[in-house]
């Protein structure tokens, strides 16, 4: 099969690969019909996250092909999206809701201690061999293990584009605003206008938001944001203290009643916060995660959906306890919220497919990770065939 393989940092080719085969009797094997580029595929593109050559992707929906015995649920034909951890959906931490910390799908790297290199969570498809070696679904075929846990049934009468986001970027948006506790009324300011920060502002009036507030250091995507989700929107070019002044601003001076960071550890930076991260062993900055925790208000929610892979100093320990903040972080509980999100879907109250861009061909999968990284075409979203 033809599939997009990783090779290094900046390399990554449209190469024929051996077909996946059903290892364990859970196992079903997809025929992919639409993938996507997750903004976390760029941190091992950029080289942020060590791996071997693997299949990437881990947004992807498609066909089943073949099933394994012990497959109680799916038939060949059934057309399934895949929530993007890998969880067994019946250990203690799947039985709790969060198959991100699944005990059993990543045996060779899991623990308890969540280090930088060892003791990792749940598995997930094609993210590095620390969180389990699986091939992901930028490609033709793919195998999902514990499929009797993980793949929902979609209807027909919705196409791929509609649906396809129900695999990360939308559970992942709704979660922070869910960790945010939003039950309505509330001033929700996101950080990061790309496609995970616009499906949370679209999950924040799901659940009854007064006010949705975007940031980004880029106008384009914060036009999207604006087109896509209604929402008012901040350029972030005169440094945090800025955009936190305007955020009080809007809020009679106390300032957000829940912050979402879905930015990450990559944000736009400058060269004293480059050299700072290289004195320091860091990789990336917390930037935005301190800008969230400038911006909400004294007893309020931070939601961090942006990844943040290792430890970082001068962490604002002191003004996180002074103002009495609650601090949410994580993979994404997928699984825990498909199936409401898929009737919102459904019976249309959000529309996901509005954030594409740009749909292009597996094929031209090294030009679709440079645009996407470079933010260039005014790149917000990529969808992918991968059958052409």
């Given at each position: ?115 930088i290199l060892t003791e990792k969570g749940g598995a997930l498809f ?122 009080r601003s809007l809020t009679n001076g106390r300032g957000a009643d ?102 292009l061909p597996l094929s031209e999968i090294s030009h679709a990770y ?19």
């Amino acid at each position: 099969m033809k599939a997009a393989v990783i090779h290094g940092p900046g390399s990554i080719k449209y190469d024929t690969v051996e077909d996946p085969k059903i290892i364990a009797q859970d196992d079903i094997i997809l025929k992919v019909t639409s993938t996507a580029i997750c903004g976390s595929d760029l941190h091992i593109y950029s080289g942020a996250m060590p791996t071997t050559p693997m299949v990437l992707g881990h947004e992807f929906m498609g066909i089943v092909e073949e099933t394994g015995s012990a497959v109680t649920h799916l038939k060949r034909g059934d057309r399934v999206v895949v929530p993007f951890p890998i969880a067994c959906g019946n250990c203690f931490f799947c039985n709790h809701d969060v198959p991100g910390n699944c005990e059993h799908s990543n045996p060779e790297h899991y623990g308890p201690e969540g280090g930088i290199l060892t003791e990792k969570g749940g598995a997930l498809f094609g993210y590095t061999d620390l969180y389990g070696g699986y091939d992901g679904g930028q490609a033709q075929y793919v195998r999902v293990p514990y499929a009797n846990y993980g793949p929902r049934v979609v209807p027909e009468d919705l196409s791929d584009e509609q649906l396809l986001f129900l695999t990360d970027i939308f559970p992942t948006g709704y979660t922070g605003v869910d960790w945010g506790e939003v039950k309505g009324g509330e001033t929700v300011a996101i950080f990061g206008s790309g496609p995970v920060g616009i499906m949370a502002a679209k999950s924040a009036w799901l659940r009854g938001a007064a006010q949705v507030i975007v940031v980004d250091t880029l106008q384009f995507r914060l036009d999207k944001a604006k087109a896509t989700a209604g929402c008012t929107t901040i350029l972030w070019q005169n440094g945090p203290k800025d955009v936190v002044e305007q955020i009080r601003s809007l809020t009679n001076g106390r300032g957000a009643d829940v912050c979402i960071d879905a930015v990450g550890f990559e944000p736009d930076r400058n060269l004293a916060d480059r050299i700072k991260a290289t004195i320091n062993f860091e990789k990336g900055s917390t930037k935005v995660l301190e800008a969230c925790m400038s911006a909400v208000r004294r007893s309020g929610i931070v939601s961090v959906l942006g990844v943040y892979p290792v430890n970082y100093d001068n962490f604002p320990i002191g003004q996180f306890f002074d103002k009495g903040i609650i601090l949410k972080g994580g993979q994404a509980p997928a699984h825990k919220h498909i199936d409401k999100l898929l009737e919102y879907v459904v019976q249309g109250k959000v529309k996901l497919e509005d954030i594409i861009t740009h749909r292009l061909p597996l094929s031209e999968i090294s030009h679709a990770y440079d645009i996407f990284k470079k933010r260039e075409d005014g790149c917000v979203k990529v969808v992918l065939d991968p059958w052409k």
